[in-house]
Each structure stands twice: as C-alpha cells, then as structure tokens.
C-alpha cells in the first residue's frame, strides 16, 4: 500500500464493538467481572486518529455488536457465544440501548451498522454503506484483536478495501492472543501504532 496515494476523503476509520456493554463498569461485561484494562484504555488511544481524520474530511464508522432481541425480549445468543459468556442476559447489546452505544468519548460515528458475528461485514450493510459513502480505505481498531478486528480485516480484504490496523488501538483479553493476531494481519494488512496514524492523517 502506498500511503502517498491514500485519499482521506474516502478513509474510515472503522470501530469496531467499542460500546458501553463492553468498556463501562456498569455495562454488561463489566457486571459480569470481565473488565479488561487494555481494552478500557482503546477509546483515548484511539480518539486522536478520529479527530484527525475528521478535520480531514474522513468518516468515523461504528460497528456495534448486537443481541437481537426475540419474542418477549430475550436475546438471540450464538451456543458458542453462551457457553463462553453465560452471563449475557435481556437487555444486554439490545438495539437502542445504552449499552449498545459507542462509548461516548468517540462519538459521534458518521455510519453505525450493527453486527451480530464476528465479522461486521457478515448479513450487514456495511459493504453497501461503505461503497454509498465512497470509502476505499478503513483504518480499524476495537475488539477483540483476533475476534472482530481479524474477521473483519480479512473480510475486507477479500472486498479489496485497503486496510490499516492499529496495532495499539485493538486489544483482547490476553496481550499474547493480542500479538499473535497482529502479526497475522500483517499478512493481509498494513500495521501501524495510533501515534503514527494520527500523524500520517495530519502530514497527508
């Protein structure tokens, strides 16, 4: 990838599932003891790569992970994903809510699309939003490294979007899944830290 060719105007900076259920202690991961510290410190590590591009004239995409509600309201929960997370209950990534939400310091996203895989082009909009709003390039950070963030990457990939993952604006719940999985987006992806993003969109 040649960065000198990069048009900012049709970059995205791509969150992925940074959302109040995830980071708040009052979310529902935190209420389930699973709070991580590398994962609560993304939205201000990621924050001076969104302002950046903003001032660029970029766009800021939110995918939210999504538990869709059923008939009386509770969620619609993968086997895998209960097994993993039985703590997960009504209400939790509920479309509307709070908890939902992009955390409020990255706010507000110029496209949301809600996702309920790990991939957050798998049956969502995303593709035809990204292609709508003439998007070619998508910076990523969020969760979890070697979850959403890969799946995501190699989808878009595949869709020949060109990719930039930040290396210290993803995270998981091990730094040792964290680091295998970046070196594995090296594969298909160009890697750089949010200091140098930050400073690439500012100089271009």
Request: proline share 4%; charged share 20%; with cysteine.
């Amino acid at each position: 990838m040649d960065l000198a060719q990069i048009d900012l105007s049709r970059t995205g900076l791509l969150i992925v599932d940074l959302q109040n259920d995830f980071l708040d202690p009052n979310g529902a991961y935190g209420r389930g003891g699973q709070s991580c510290a590398d994962i609560a410190a993304l939205p201000e590590r990621v924050l001076p790569v969104a302002n950046a591009l903003r001032a660029k004239g970029g766009w800021v995409i939110s995918t939210q992970f999504t538990l869709v509600p059923g008939k009386g309201g509770a969620p619609f929960i993968s086997p895998h994903l209960k097994e993993l997370r039985p703590f997960l209950a009504k209400g939790d990534f509920c479309p509307g809510a709070w908890g939902h939400q992009l955390v409020d310091l990255l706010q507000p996203a110029d496209l949301t699309v809600e996702k309920v895989a790990y991939s957050a082009f798998f049956m969502t909009r995303l593709e035809w939003v990204l292609k709508k709003a003439g998007i070619d390039t998508l910076i990523v950070c969020g969760i979890v490294t070697n979850g959403g963030v890969a799946s995501t990457v190699r989808d878009a990939h595949v869709r020949d979007f060109q990719t930039i993952v930040l290396s210290d604006g993803c995270a998981a719940f091990s730094k040792e899944t964290h680091d295998r999985a970046i070196g594995d987006l090296r594969t298909v992806s160009k890697v750089m830290s949010c200091a140098d993003a930050t400073a690439f969109v500012n100089g271009a």
